[in-house]
């Protein structure tokens, strides 16, 4: 079993910062990716922030120079995005997303259950 938790949201003012966490936990042997997704109200899942074991990272356009995914080197298993210059349309419920292999070299495909951002004055 494999348990991924966010946390770190909350509400912040236009213009203000956030860092999300993201923890992954179980019988893991290999992380692959771990990724951040947002859903914003009547919007569909979107892919945010993407980084691959192999050092790759990839942004949504709309983020890019303002959202920053990284891992924690201590711990290969934590995922940050740090995300400045938040606008009203940041608001969204944001989702980790991590996927890889389990001890039991079973794959596996494991969600948080989502984390509030809500940017307004």
């Known amino acids: 079993q494999v348990q991924t938790v966010e946390s770190g949201g909350g ?52 983020v890019k120079g303002r959202f920053t995914i990284s891992r924690d080197n201590a711990k290969n298993q934590v995922i940050y995005l740090q995300m400045n210059s938040l606008q009203p349309e940041d608001t969204a419920v944001y989702y980790c997303h991590v996927n890889g292999w389990t001890t039991r070299w079973e794959s596996f495909d494991s969600w948080g259950q989502g984390t509030q951002v809500t940017v307004s004055s």
């Open 11 to 62: 509400l912040v003012q236009p213009g203000g910062s956030l860092r999300l966490s993201c923890a992954a936990s179980g019988s893991i042997l290999r992380v692959s990716l771990m990724a951040w997704y947002r859903q914003g109200p009547g919007k569909q899942r979107e892919l945010v922030a993407a980084d691959t074991t192999g050092g790759t990272t990839n942004y949504a356009d709309s």
